[in-house]
């Protein structure tokens, strides 16, 4: 008799703040990573099991936050942020070098990698300062929200980290723009952004600099720097309608594929399944971003609303940006396939932001403080 109570009380206690068709959605996501990476790595069974287990961690975070009450939630946007911007300050100062990047620091412990924290804790801090202000939001209060944006941004894009400092840009113009900034400031900045292109041109890097010219006409430099876009286009296109079948990839299996199980694992599924795989694929996508624009919709907060769609606009922005990246249309900037692409940073990062999600929903009430 008590087993029998118990059980059904486990389940309910670690099922309660979950939202099963959101779950369901990107637990297919991963488990077609799963497939593709074992094709991708040619059958290495280890890293197939390495993916798993960052999957399982990054279930028990989407579990954690998912489990986390939404005042807490509110509470922890500040110190959070600012626990980011001392890491980032931390990198900038004593950060290790890794192919002429500093983007890691050494905690003893660990190392880790602070600009994936920011992913987070950007719109989460912009969202906090809007809720305090929402009575009477004024340009100034505008201002300010984008001066939180920008400042973990340069420190990002000093690094050099271009590709998290776009993802983390686009993740708080979201904030801004659900915010209700009025168009004509938004026409004023990108009149603004386009008139300082030469100079933003002057400030890249000259790698960064080749990825965009490379952009423009890859076969400049077919073997070096356009060797990537133009061997993803070929794996992309050779799949065709069907697909060359399952394991049967040749652009991959003959390593003709570079980072085949990170930024270039779209191209792997695309050669192995082809246009109507890429449907199925897209498909998925656009489910679980419904999904969100669904939770934002029927967030009850002005906070909970403006994290929501956040959360779900930048999720589809790592997916646009790595597929349009693979077929030509973006220049390579190093961002994975969401749910996909081998990984644990960016997998425990999306999923802390999905837990985010389904507390927003299952907890509807948000408590003051």
């Given at each position: 008799?008590?087993?029998?109570?118990?059980?059904?009380?486990?389940?309910?206690?670690?099922?309660?703040?979950?939202?099963?068709?959101?779950?369901?959605?990107?637990?297919?996501?991963?488990?077609?990573?799963?497939?593709?990476?074992?094709?991708?790595?040619?059958?290495?069974?280890?890293?197939?099991?390495?993916?798993?287990?960052?999957?399982?961690?990054?279930?028990?975070?989407?579990?954690?936050?998912?489990?986390?009450?939404?005042?807490?939630?509110?509470?922890?946007?500040?110190?959070?942020?600012?626990?980011?911007?001392?890491?980032?300050?931390?990198?900038?100062?004593?950060?290790?070098?890794?192919?002429?990047?500093?983007?890691?620091?050494?905690?003893?412990?660990?190392?880790?990698?602070?600009?994936?924290?920011?992913?987070?804790?950007?719109?989460?801090?912009?969202?906090?300062?809007?809720?305090?202000?929402?009575?009477?939001?004024?340009?100034?209060?505008?201002?300010?929200?984008?001066?939180?944006?920008?400042?973990?941004?340069?420190?990002?894009?000093?690094?050099?980290?271009?590709?998290?400092?776009?993802?983390?840009?686009?993740?708080?113009?979201?904030?801004?723009?659900?915010?209700?900034?009025?168009?004509?400031?938004?026409?004023?900045?990108?009149?603004?952004?386009?008139?300082?292109?030469?100079?933003?041109?002057?400030?890249?890097?000259?790698?960064?600099?080749?990825?965009?010219?490379?952009?423009?006409?890859?076969?400049?430099?077919?073997?070096?720097?356009?060797?990537?876009?133009?061997?993803?286009?070929?794996?992309?296109?050779?799949?065709?309608?069907?697909?060359?079948?399952?394991?049967?990839?040749?652009?991959?299996?003959?390593?003709?594929?570079?980072?085949?199980?990170?930024?270039?694992?779209?191209?792997?599924?695309?050669?192995?399944?082809?246009?109507?795989?890429?449907?199925?694929?897209?498909?998925?996508?656009?489910?679980?971003?419904?999904?969100?624009?669904?939770?934002?919709?029927?967030?009850?907060?002005?906070?909970?609303?403006?994290?929501?769609?956040?959360?779900?606009?930048?999720?589809?922005?790592?997916?646009?940006?790595?597929?349009?990246?693979?077929?030509?249309?973006?220049?390579v900037v190093g961002v994975p396939l969401p749910l996909v692409s081998y990984g644990g940073t960016s997998m425990v990062t999306l999923l802390l932001g999905f837990g985010m999600l389904m507390s927003i929903h299952t907890h509807k009430k948000l408590v003051q403080t």
């Open positions: 008799m008590i087993k029998q109570r118990f059980w059904p009380r486990l389940r309910k206690r670690f099922t309660l703040h979950l939202d099963p068709v959101l779950l369901a959605a990107i637990g297919l996501l991963m488990l077609t990573g799963l497939a593709v990476l074992y094709s991708a790595s040619d059958g290495d069974w280890g890293r197939v099991l390495k993916q798993m287990a960052n999957m399982l961690v990054a279930f028990g975070v989407l579990w954690l936050a998912a489990n986390l009450p939404l005042h807490y939630l509110l509470r922890t946007a500040l110190p959070v942020y600012l626990f980011g911007m001392a890491l980032l300050v931390g990198v900038a100062l004593f950060g290790e070098i890794s192919h002429g990047a500093r983007r890691w620091l050494n905690i003893g412990v660990a190392t880790i990698q602070p600009s994936e924290l920011m992913k987070i804790a950007v719109p989460l801090m912009m969202a906090w300062y809007f809720e305090k202000h929402e009575a009477a939001l004024t340009l100034k209060n505008y201002f300010v929200a984008a001066l939180l944006l920008l400042l973990p941004v340069l420190l990002i894009a000093r690094q050099p980290d271009l590709g998290t400092a776009l993802l983390i840009s686009a993740s708080g113009f979201y904030v801004l723009f659900l915010a209700g900034l009025s168009w004509r400031v938004m026409g004023v900045l990108l009149v603004a952004g386009l008139g300082s292109l030469p100079v933003l041109w002057s400030m890249l890097h000259d790698y960064q600099r080749h990825r965009i010219l490379m952009l423009l006409d890859p076969t400049q430099d077919a073997l070096g720097k356009g060797y990537h876009t133009i061997q993803g286009t070929i794996a992309v296109g050779s799949g065709g309608v069907l697909g060359k079948g399952y394991l049967n990839g040749t652009q991959t299996h003959l390593d003709f594929l570079p980072e085949r199980t990170t930024d270039f694992i779209f191209a792997v599924y695309s050669e192995e399944f082809g246009l109507l795989g890429n449907l199925i694929l897209l498909g998925m996508y656009l489910f679980v971003i419904a999904r969100g624009f669904i939770i934002t919709a029927d967030a009850s907060t002005y906070f909970t609303r403006l994290m929501a769609g956040s959360i779900t606009l930048t999720f589809f922005t790592y997916a646009f940006v790595n597929m349009g990246m693979v077929i030509g249309i973006l220049p």
